[in-house]
């Protein structure tokens, strides 16, 4: 079984709705409850709304992460391509992409 992880309640609700028999769990902003992540399933997908900093993006845009940055680094995802391929056999026009990482909402020119 595939485990979803989602910051924020509104996010989990949004999964739930459309995915009604997964395992849907809140791990919170800034990932306040990471000891709640599990990988013993051996297949974790974090999914959450973002913050769209592309000017071709919009609200429901399906975005999976090719690497993940914060100020301490960046890490790759291999896998990435794998995951598109799969949504894109779906008919899900999704589109591959950096994850930025941030403490606190980015707003205004900070985006």
Known sequence: MTVIYAALGIEARAVRRGWPDAD???VGMRARRLDRV???????????FGGGLEEHQ???DVVVATSVHDTTGAVELPSATGVLGVLRQAGIAASGGVLWCS?????????
């Open 24 to 26: 849907v769990r809140v």
């Open 38 to 48: 599990t990988t013993t399933t051996g297949r974790v997908l974090l999914l959450g």
């Open 58 to 60: 919009r609200p429901g």
């Open 103 to 111: 403490d606190h909402v980015v707003r205004g020119a900070e985006r």
